[in-house]
T-cell receptor, first 111, second 112 residues
Framework: QQKVQQSPESLTVSEGAMASLNCTFS??????FRWYRQHSGKGLEVLVS????GEKEEGSFTAHLNRASLHVFLHIREPQPSDSALYLC???????????FGSGTQLTVMP | GGIITQTPKFLIGQEGQKLTLKCQQN?????MYWYRQDSGKGLRLIYY???????QKGDLSEGYDASREKKSSFSLTVTSAQKNEMAVFLC???????????FGEGTRLSVL
């Protein structure tokens, strides 16, 4: 059974300082990784999807996947207070329809 | 652009009551999902449907029924609401298994 864990649970950074979020997974056959963001009281917004080792950039968001170490990272370049939200990592195993979510990192960006 | 509409936005029920949540999407997506989100926990999959009239159980299907009446709509029924239950139910849709599911804004359930 796939397990997905995120760290830290909460993170506070200053406006403009890089924010780095970590996600670990347990199934090495996983091939489908998503980062979502959820503002309070809203639905999920997909930020970046990555399917192979290396980096994928979408705007100010960069995902970095290393399947050998079972990690996928999200780096947020020059975050703004409007980026304050819950960030969720989701992983699917090869051939599976089911995305398994981590419990999230609550990011606060201070002006 | 398309949209996923969940109704109602807020739902207050009584213990033991049967409650139905509805989801509509106009992306013409084949696959639809129902997730439950509890405070401090990630999303957990309740049911999904890869095409009209198809139903697949997720890890959290016990206590729920689902219905994919047509391609654009997917309903979820809480068969017997549990006292003090509070959660957000999120509906999502996607073209297929390689597209990131897109989410609605959720139905917030409280049970008295």
């Amino acid at each position: 059974q796939q397990k997905v864990q995120q760290s830290p649970e909460s993170l506070t950074v200053s406006e403009g300082a890089m924010a780095s979020l970590n996600c670990t997974f347990s199934d090495r056959s996983s091939d489908n990784f998503r980062w979502y963001r959820q503002h309070s009281g809203k639905g999920l917004e997909v930020l970046v999807s990555i399917f192979s080792d290396g980096e994928k950039e979408e705007g100010s968001f960069t995902a970095h996947l290393n399947r050998a170490s079972l990690h996928v990272f999200l780096h947020i370049r020059e975050p703004q207070p409007s980026d304050s939200a819950l960030y969720l990592c989701a992983v699917a195993s090869s051939g599976s329809w089911q995305l398994i979510f981590g419990s999230g990192t609550q990011l606060t960006v201070m002006p | 652009g398309g949209i996923i509409t969940q109704t109602p936005k807020f739902l207050i029920g009584q213990e033991g009551q049967k409650l139905t949540l509805k989801c509509q999407q106009n992306f013409n997506h084949d696959t639809m999902y129902w997730y439950r989100q509890d405070s401090g926990k990630g999303l957990r999959l309740i049911y999904y449907s890869i095409t009209e009239n198809d139903l697949q159980k997720g890890d959290l299907s016990e206590g729920y029924d689902a219905s994919r009446e047509k391609k654009s709509s997917f309903s979820l029924t809480v068969t017997s609401a549990q006292k003090n239950e509070m959660a957000v139910f999120l509906c999502a849709s996607s073209r297929g298994d390689n597209q990131a599911p897109l989410f609605g804004e959720g139905t917030r359930l409280s049970v008295l």
